[in-house]
């Protein structure tokens, strides 16, 4: 009796073990191709690495930096992948051993809704970071100006940038709330300079001091080095009641522009003292109305001089 038991259902445990033998390879399969993928896609992060950090190295001023950059950026779409990869092995082995996928996905978009809805500020930090990474908009140690506040950038992370004023007070902005950056140091770096001189001076000849300081300057190794080319004077921009404005613009290296300004400030005020150029002066003129009356009070001065005696 038990023998024709296991004849009959033998037939049945036959498809099952065929079907579980099945399952089993389909499921060695799966981690085995996700297991692939994860290593192909490791290969290809690295060569990308190198490639883009080869790349970004004739540009960059801090040494490392485009290296750190490009792995900072490459490491969160690694993480993004891997989970993704894992995710898709996980269902899908979910799936062959009979457990009905769809309740985990719904669960899991359902987890997703909860967590972008409550954490709506720090996704917007997160993704505004990445971008900001992605785009090069602004590096370590680049003078910027971030919604109005100006200093040294001293850390960039996905969720915030940190600034340090001149007074060095550190300023901390979540890279979501930042609607304006300017960034100083950009590749080259310049200083605008508004030489006010007296009205009646010749401005050709203020004009060619100027030049003449520059230009010497540039031909001093010490500051020649940091000026990529000769001032670039824009010509007579403003005219007051006692003074003229030249406006002129010095082009240097990055953060080299404050440095080679002041010098050229200094400079600029000795060669005016020696070519004789007035600086403008306040002046106060005061005039009075010609009328009967101040006629009047004129004549009548010297009788009340008198009567005073």
Known sequence: MFQNTIEKHLPQLFELGIDFTKGSLRIVLIIIAAYI???????GKNRLEMILAREGVPSERIPGGTAMRVRTLLNVLWTIAIGLIWFIAVVS?????????????ASAGVIGLVVGFGA?????????GFFLILENQVRVGDIAVINGTGGRVESITFRTVVLRDLSAVVHVFPNGSINTLANLTKDWSAYVIDVKVAYNQDIDRVVDVMRRVADEMLAEPQ??????????????????????????????????QFTIGREYRRRLKKAFEAEKVEMPT??????????????????ELPQALAASR
């Open 223 to 256: 500051y020649g080095s940091s000026m990529r080319e000769p001032i670039e004077i824009f010509g007579l921009d403003g005219v007051a009641d006692s003074a003229v404005t030249v406006k002129a613009r010095l082009k240097t290296l990055p953060f080299q």
């Open 282 to 299: 306040a002046q106060i003129v005061v005039s009075a109305a010609q009328s009967a009356s101040f006629q009047l009070a004129i004549k």
């Open 37 to 43: 993928g994860v290593r192909l896609l490791r290969l």
């Open 120 to 128: 709506q500020s720090l996704v917007k930090d997160l993704v505004s």
């Open 93 to 105: 082995v979910l799936g062959e051993i009979g457990v009905n996928v769809a309740p985990v996905l």
